[in-house]
């Protein structure tokens, strides 16, 4: 959960790791992305079900400190509930200012989280939208290959 940041401050201090920092934070992700099948916080990750890898990997990476961070369909293979949650903090991410790219094949994902759309398709820059001007059916010609005047609209 922490390996990316175990020789931080955050979690150790002349070489040495904290481990009750480190299972604290841990803890914590665990309890807010309900990442189920880790007992009292500790499991190797290839033991959990996917859907619970998915969501100990989105709350590992919303929780870093960051100013950018790439997203790669981060909802796939999710319940409902789980879905809204990870939108939710996505959400909450732009909120603090921190910029997001949002890679995703569920249109109504990126529709309802993006501020702006822009559809590549076979490598190609096809168009830009403002996410609050998306229209379902231009995107998907979008997608199809149809592009908009000058790229962008």
Same mark, same amino acid.
């Given at each position: 959960m ?5 020789s931080?401050?955050k ?9 009750d920092k480190?299972?604290t934070?841990?803890q914590?992700?665990i309890?807010?992305?309900?990442v ?6 500790f499991? %190797? $990750?290839r033991? /959990? @079900?996917?859907g ?5 990997i989105v709350g590992?990476e ?5 100013d ?5 369909q981060?909802?796939r293979g999710?319940?409902?509930g789980s879905i ?5 903090q996505?959400?909450?991410n732009k909120?603090r ?5 949002? %890679? $995703?094949?569920? /249109? @109504?994902e990126?529709m ?6 822009i ?5 190609y820059t096809i168009g ?5 001007d998306?229209?379902?059916?231009k995107?998907?010609?979008m ?6 005047k000058?790229?962008?609209?």
């Amino acid at each position: 959960m922490a390996l990316q940041d175990i020789s931080s401050k955050k979690f150790s201090s002349f070489g040495f790791v904290n481990s009750d920092k480190l299972q604290t934070y841990a803890q914590d992700v665990i309890s807010k992305y309900d990442v189920r099948g880790a007992q009292s916080g500790f499991a %190797i $990750s290839r033991q /959990l @079900s996917g859907g619970n890898q998915q969501k100990a990997i989105v709350g590992r990476e919303l929780t870093r400190e960051h100013d950018l961070i790439v997203i790669y369909q981060p909802t796939r293979g999710l319940d409902v509930g789980s879905i809204e949650f990870i939108h939710q903090q996505i959400l909450d991410n732009k909120k603090r200012g921190a910029a997001t790219l949002l %890679i $995703s094949y569920e /249109l @109504s994902e990126v529709m309802s989280l993006a501020d702006r759309i822009i559809v590549v398709n076979s490598g190609y820059t096809i168009g830009e939208v403002a996410g609050k001007d998306a229209v379902r059916e231009k995107l998907g010609a979008m997608m199809m290959g149809a592009t908009t005047k000058g790229g962008t609209e």
